[in-house]
């Protein structure tokens, strides 16, 4: 098999052969797979029916000349003479629509499987099991990749969630978002499928591939109900309405190996003997208390259970404080956006990103964090008498306003005590202020008034579109005058790089608080922390940033305990 990497085609040439709905959902038809064989044989010359089982594994747009668009294409294939064609091909000038290389896929169908699994899988045939059963702790991505690698080990796991299964989850949300009360275990941050469930459903990462991890990653999803295209797409994502079934089929799938599930079930304090190795959890249920036996504990809380920070602290596990980033979100015009990335091309491509760096000239860094085409600003607030914002798409991105949260670092120096809790005090005190600005909806302010200080009386031709209620504030009077001054000046400079960025009637909404956890949990090479037994995980510990890097650390914590535990 042949794969050919940097094959690019003209968005002008695609389009022609590709419905335009198609186009704008990514999705990739038997038009655009005709143009892309076409174009492939052309570069090898040879007749493109000599190319067989074509699969494109990877999909993005090049829009740096906006005159000149070209969608840019890996893709593999069958043919005979594979290794000649490659080897003409290394030989060639490179072609004038990018460089095009190509390479024999090893064969690795024969690879033999891990020897430590093989011996687990034949332990659990012949009926031997752990003493206890292992226990996660947590239903977000890292969680649910822990909980469905040690499951699929036939270890069968049991699972603890604060809050409510999904579907019973978005029914709360959606009434807290119309106006209702907030349930402080059932919100935007806590439940089944964690805080990502309502956000863009982003599956995209720096990190790199190296053992497969994140194809399984993005190939399970597929499997388990997100759409076939997040297997080639460059920027993947499957949206907020999307993956709440992929998050039941997975959580299906866990409890048909063996697995069960506690929800609206609250993990208080791990239970350890004279060794500090962990003998049991104490989780709480309709305000009672009960011991769940176990050895092995994967904690996979998110970054916002910092109740749960506080417990561990208490309890002797070791935490570190470390660095994250405050500020705001950002709502602009889809269009606008889509006119500055692909010029003559805005009506016709897919709702356009970007990823926006600066830093000031007091050494901040500011950045654009978590942006959605065509989104929503939601209240992503967990906790009563406060307040945070954070950004939400549908699969379809068809909102007509972008946003994005434009975010300032600040580091442990800036929580005012060297207390590892500081940076989520931190936190809470920004939260509360934000609360307060708008009598507990969410805080808004045109830029041009956030410059000097003013309450907006009115907006321009920019609205707001949002999941929850908003009033106007003065968002300086919430944020140190370091973000501010910070967020400001990294505003100005991103209008010139996107014109329009900055411009007055630009609505910011705030706070953005949750872009990572404030701690850290400290854990060794067999990803223990100091107490034996007991396994932090994900994002809430500090080791992920996102939907992929979290189920990724679940699943190295997984092999981990698979391969680890002693059976009976």
């Not at 095009?100 to 020897?115: H, L, M, T, W």
């Not at 956000?199 to 999803?221: A, C, M, N, P, Q």
Request: charge should be neutral; aromatic fraction near 8%; proline fraction near 4%.
């Amino acid at each position: 098999m042949i794969r050919m990497t940097q094959l690019k085609i003209s968005a002008a040439e695609i389009m022609e052969e590709t419905l335009p709905e198609d186009i704008k959902v990514g999705r990739v038809n038997k038009q655009e797979e005709s143009v892309v064989r076409i174009r492939a044989a052309i570069l090898l010359g040879i007749p493109d029916d000599e190319l067989h089982e074509l699969e494109i594994e990877k999909k993005s747009i090049d829009a740096r000349n906006k005159d000149d668009i070209y969608f840019v294409y890996n893709i593999k294939f069958h043919t005979i003479r594979e290794n000649k064609l490659v080897n003409a091909l290394d030989r060639k000038k490179p072609s004038e629509k990018g460089t095009v290389k190509a390479f024999v896929i090893p064969d690795r169908s024969k690879k033999e499987e891990n020897s430590v699994m093989k011996n687990v899988a034949l332990q659990i045939a012949l009926g031997r099991r752990p003493k206890t059963r292992p226990v996660i702790v947590g239903m977000g991505p890292a969680g649910l990749f822990a909980a469905l690698g040690i499951a699929q080990a036939g270890f069968c796991p049991i699972i603890i969630e604060r809050g409510a299964d999904v579907y019973t989850r978005e029914s709360i949300v959606n009434n807290f978002w119309n106006g209702g009360k907030l349930n402080q275990e059932t919100n935007v941050q806590f439940g089944e499928g964690g805080a990502g469930t309502f956000s863009d459903g982003k599956l995209f990462t720096g990190v790199k591939d190296k053992d497969g991890k994140i194809r399984y990653i993005l190939e399970t999803f597929a499997n388990y109900g997100a759409p076939s295209q997040i297997l080639y797409d460059a920027k993947p994502h499957v949206g907020t309405d999307r993956l709440r079934d992929v998050v039941v089929a997975l959580r299906e799938r866990i409890m048909a190996l063996g697995g069960d599930i506690y929800f609206n079930t609250r993990f208080e304090r791990p239970v350890v003997n004279n060794k500090n190795e962990l003998i049991g959890i104490i989780v709480s249920q309709e305000g009672k208390q009960f011991q769940i036996d176990c050895e092995k504990l994967v904690l996979a809380t998110g970054h916002s259970a910092r109740d749960t920070f506080k417990n561990l602290k208490n309890a002797g596990m070791l935490l570190q404080p470390k660095s994250f980033a405050v500020g705001v979100r950002v709502q602009h015009s889809q269009r606008m956006i889509n006119r500055n990335q692909y010029g003559s091309f805005h009506k016709d491509l897919p709702p356009a990103d970007y990823k926006l760096t600066y830093k000031t000239g007091s050494g901040r860094g500011v950045y654009t964090f978590c942006m959605c085409p065509g989104g929503y600003v939601v209240n992503s607030s967990s906790s009563d008498g406060m307040l945070c914002v954070n950004g939400m798409s549908y699969y379809d991105r068809g909102s007509a306003n972008a946003n994005s949260a434009v975010v300032v670092t600040v580091n442990p120096s800036d929580f005012g005590s060297d207390d590892v809790l500081a940076g989520a005090r931190f936190q809470k005190t920004l939260e509360k202020f934000a609360y307060e600005s708008a009598g507990g909806k969410i805080p808004l302010q045109l830029f041009g008034d956030f410059i000097n200080g003013d309450i907006s009386t009115g907006f321009g031709l920019l609205r707001p579109i949002t999941k929850g209620e908003y009033d106007f504030a003065n968002l300086r009077r919430v944020l140190p005058h370091y973000i501010s001054d910070s967020i400001i000046e990294g505003m100005t400079y991103f209008d010139t790089k996107i014109k329009g960025f900055a411009d007055e009637e630009i609505i910011l909404m705030g706070v953005e608080t949750r872009t990572s956890s404030p701690i850290r949990m400290l854990r060794n090479q067999d990803f223990q922390s100091n107490i034996k037994g007991l396994y932090p995980c994900g994002e809430g510990a500090g080791y992920a940033g996102g939907i992929v890097s979290a189920a990724l650390d679940g699943i190295r914590v997984a092999d981990k305990i698979v391969e680890t535990t002693e059976l009976e």
